[in-house]
């Protein structure tokens, strides 16, 4: 278990620069999520922790102890690092048992305890039956398992996970996320998860790093997250936000176009050009509000969700299902919001 | 595209087996059944023993030679940052490209105990070249590209998160690539040692050279049914016998291929993975490409090199200077009567050799498709005569065409085939042996077709013919091209066979080489293994640059 600190990480491919000044403090034990688009550089980040991919500026360090930095490079194989990778990447020719031995085997420890320790990490991620199996006769998610018992086999400083559950589907996701919880419970390692999924994020980390093409927007409990996101970006990936561009005038918010939001009390802002985000479920459809035609509606089961053209954009608004037309009128009113000032 | 009306394509297939199973199943099948029929065929195979032990031991240790060479230069090619590593992973395609039979050559000059210029450098005999070391040794460098080749695929296919997995476990960057990629690829790399086994075993050239007139000789299956063959017909029976031993063979080390296959068929690839990265040589850069170069240059560049002198020079053995330097010999060759007319009959072979390919080999590929489960026996069918030796072939077309075939259809058309002592058997022989040619490039061309071309073509009023013609055919042309080229280039330079069936009076290339070689003049031989060379790099060229253009087109 280790603390590990980020400092202005520079990361660029030929031209185009992949990470871009990042800076991040994990605690010791502590299971940070890397949350935000493809693209945005989250494998990246997580290839320089694991000393995959050397920064071009900035210093990485792990327990204290400075890993890459100016001058200093030190190599994957002396980090002590456990890592999944999304492609599973278990060795198709060892047996279950081999791969997850092969860590043990490096440290050269005794054959009985390298025998014991694997049978220990097998349990822990429910495989013991498989051990003398070899990968192509696993699914998906057994494979995931053998991945996951060969990085936490040698007790890793830090655990790094690529986004481990992408591959999988619906139902085996939901199981995997859990055992990842309950072993965290468990050992008590470090860990640092890649995903882009929100919900994976939300449900999982103690804390959530969104990132957005290469910079780190917002650091934070999922809860503070969720509730008080820190830019309109955060706000759009986190909880669905519709975010509009305009400007604030005499308590209402205006946008481009001509349409006209009153603003509700608590949401009271200087006047100016801003950014209104709002959440589809902090919308009501009723009799007072903004005047706007429906483009479609989408039952959604528990809930419909309505949405209005806006400016070129769509408003989406989730509510109780109801009868209603295409093109029909229907009234919008904000419940509840964020501004942000530009400019 | 829509499998053709049922009645024809029993038609169709009915028209492409009969030549085959007249012209290469029927009489290596014949073969066989002579062989095993022949008085005393027991008997005689006990009495070659000597010639199978041969065969064995030098192919045995030409595969082990290309993968002791081919695993780790297939590594430092395909896996690291080696200096020049793309110009040296074109240059050792070539010692499969040109002809085995003139890489024995090389090394003869450079190598025969007494005048060869390696020995006139270290000192008279140090090196000998003849002998089932020096065969096994020009065979295994001429397999090398088939073990670097199937190892540079695997290499290409390993997904790199494997090795770095393994970086993240704990192992040092060399120790990652010999733990994870190495034996990953090393399915593939042994695959590829057996494809050379077969080579070295059916080949002839090479153990006729360095074998034969060596003393004591070494001879081998091929060479020993050669010497059978010449003595005819008391020597057929037992020539039968012998085809028998080498034919099994084959699907002996075709069976270790699937076993390896099989233990080698893992998921190499999973994820989007990023492009393999290069290891790194460091420090060790240096002393890697220098390696690799010598190995380049003594492997390749000299027996190519002694080639060129020896056809400048007076005599094979005379003084080293300059003044005694002369292209008397290039003249003499190039434009003598006997040359012009091999070379005239040879293209003209090659050439139908190269249609009969292309259009056995596109039918070979319209009837897997119009035959789905039957299409893999005819794919088995047409592919099959690639893997038997030369040799066998050859011997099996004589026996077979020894006499003339009467036959009589509707009990009033008779004709008479009369094809022994032709050149049409010759024809016959190379058609049969690289059908296997077109027959890969034609399926693996109309397998990348998407069948909605000839399906729009349909739809726009043509029908199944002429939509063919003119949506199917057009794409597959560039693939035949390739088919062409390939199967022109190896019937031109094509020995074993040549030797066999080439008819008194009748002159081919390889016969000629083959002929200068053996019994006149090293010096003009080495002319017309120059011309040799020349004649692949002018094809390899062709086919470097239709790959470019199919690769644009797609
Ligand atoms: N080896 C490389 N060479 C060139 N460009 C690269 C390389 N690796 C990544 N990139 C580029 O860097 C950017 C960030 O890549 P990265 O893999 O970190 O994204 P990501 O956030 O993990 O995305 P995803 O969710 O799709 O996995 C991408 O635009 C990618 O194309
Ligand atoms: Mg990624």
């Known amino acids: ?343 | 595209m829509s499998a053709p009306a049922t009645p024809l394509r029993w038609v169709g297939l009915a028209a492409w087996l009969a030549p085959l199973v007249v012209f290469a199943v029927g009489p290596v099948v014949f073969l066989l059944a002579r062989g095993l029929g022949a008085a005393g065929a027991l008997e005689g195979l006990a009495a070659e023993t000597g010639a199978l032990v041969n065969t064995l031991a030098i192919s045995t240790g030409a595969a082990a030679l290309a993968l002791v060479l081919g695993a780790p230069l297939a590594l430092l090619l395909f896996r690291t940052d080696l200096p020049l590593r793309g110009a040296y992973a074109v240059l050792f395609t070539l010692p499969s490209a040109i002809p085995a039979f003139i890489w024995g050559m090389g090394w003869l000059s450079l190598a025969s105990p007494r005048a060869g210029y390696l020995n006139r450098l270290l000192g008279e005999g140090t090196l000998d070249i003849h002998g089932p070391v020096g065969i096994a040794f020009v065979e295994g460098v001429s397999g090398l590209p088939l073990v670097l080749l199937a190892g540079g695929a695997a290499m290409r296919r390993v997904d790199p998160a494997l090795e770095e997995a393994a970086r993240v476990c704990g192992a040092s960057p060399a120790r990652a690539l010999l733990t994870t990629t190495l034996p990953l690829a090393l399915p593939s790399l042994s695959s590829g040692a057996v494809m050379v086994f077969l080579m070295a075993a059916s080949s002839f050239g090479v153990p006729y050279l360095l074998g034969v007139s060596a003393s004591p000789p070494t001879r081998v299956l091929t060479t020993r049914i050669y010497e059978l063959v010449l003595r005819a017909d008391e020597g057929l029976g037992r020539a039968s016998a012998l085809a028998l031993g080498l034919l099994l063979l084959t699907p002996v080390a075709l069976l270790a291929t699937w076993a390896l296959g099989r233990s080698g068929r893992v998921r190499l690839s999973a994820g989007k993975g990023l492009a393999s990265r290069p290891f790194a040589l460091g420090r060790g850069r240096a002393v890697a490409g220098a390696a690799v170069a010598l190995g380049c240059a003594v492997l390749v560049l000299l027996p190519l090199g002694a080639l060129v002198l020896t056809s400048l020079q007076r005599g094979f053995g005379a003084r080293l200077a300059w003044g005694e330097l002369t292209l008397a010999h290039w003249s003499g060759v190039l434009w003598a009567p006997r040359t012009l007319r091999a070379t005239g009959l040879s293209l003209l072979l090659a050439t139908g050799a190269g249609a009969l390919v292309c259009a056995l080999g596109l039918g070979a590929a319209l009837l897997q498709r119009a035959f789905r489960r039957l299409g893999a026996g005819v794919e088995a069918l047409a592919v099959w005569p690639y893997a038997v030796p030369g040799t066998v072939l050859a011997l099996a077309l004589l026996v077979a065409f020894s006499r003339d075939w009467r036959f009589i259809l509707l009990e009033r058309v008779a004709f008479v085939l009369a094809l022994a002592h032709t050149p049409w058997l010759l024809l016959v022989a190379y058609a049969g042996k690289y059908l296997a040619l077109g027959t890969r490039n034609g399926a693996e061309a109309l397998a990348q077709l998407d069948p909605s071309l000839a399906e729009a073509a349909r739809v726009s009023g043509a029908g199944p013919t002429r939509a063919f013609r003119d949506a199917t055919l057009p794409l597959l042309r560039p693939a035949l091209l390739a088919a062409f080229v390939l199967t022109f280039l190896a019937c031109a330079t094509e020995i074993t066979m040549s030797v066999l069936l080439v008819p008194a009076g009748s002159e081919v290339l390889g016969k000629l080489l083959f002929d200068l070689q053996s019994y006149a003049d090293p010096a003009a031989a080495a002319v017309l293994a120059c011309a040799f060379v020349a004649l692949v790099a002018v094809g390899q060229g062709v086919l470097a640059l239709l790959g470019r253009r199919a690769a644009e087109a797609r």
């Open chain 1, 1 to 343: 278990m280790a603390a590990i600190s980020l400092e202005g990480l520079f990361k660029s491919y030929g031209a185009t620069q992949v990470v871009r000044g990042l800076s991040l403090d994990v605690r010791e034990g502590e299971l940070v999520s890397l949350l935000g688009p493809s693209g945005c550089g989250k494998t990246t980040t997580l290839r320089m922790l694991a000393g995959l991919e050397h920064p071009d500026a900035g210093v990485i360090r792990i327990g204290g102890e400075t890993v890459a930095g100016p001058g200093v490079r030190v190599p994957p194989e002396k980090r002590g690092l456990g890592m999944v990778f999304q492609s599973y990447a278990v060795w198709p020719h060892r047996t279950v048992e081999q791969n997850v031995a092969y860590p043990l085997t490096l440290r050269r420890l005794p054959k009985a305890e390298v025998a014991t320790r694997v049978r220990e990490a097998l349990r822990w991620v429910r495989l013991e039956g498989l051990a003398s199996r070899r990968p192509h006769e696993l699914s998906g998610g057994q494979l995931q398992r053998v991945a996951l018992a060969r990085a936490l086999v040698a007790g890793p400083r830090v655990l790094l996970l690529d986004e481990p559950l992408s591959n999988l589907d619906a139902a085996l996701r939901e199981e995997l996320r859990a055992e990842i919880a309950a072993l965290r419970a468990r050992l008590g390692t470090t860990m640092v998860f890649v995903t882009h999924d929100q919900g994976e994020a939300l449900a999982l980390s103690d804390r959530i790093a969104v990132l957005n093409r290469g910079v780190i927007e917002q650091v934070d409990t999922p809860e503070v997250l969720y509730h008080e996101p820190a830019t309109p970006f955060v706000a759009g990936f986190v909880g669905g936000a519709n975010v509009l561009e305009g400007e604030v005038r005499d308590g209402a918010f205006l946008t481009p176009g001509g349409t006209r939001f009153p603003l509700p009390p608590e949401c009271r802002a200087s006047d100016g050009p801003s950014t209104l985000v709002v959440r589809p479920e902090d919308l009501d459809l009723g009799e007072h509000g903004t005047p706007l035609p429906l483009s479609a509606r989408l039952f959604l089961g528990h809930a419909a969700e309505y949405r209005f053209p806006v400016d070129g954009t769509l408003l989406r608004v989730v509510g109780p299902p109801r009868e209603a037309r295409a093109s029909q009128i229907l009234h919008v009113q904000l419940r509840k919001a964020r501004l942000f000032h530009r400019g």
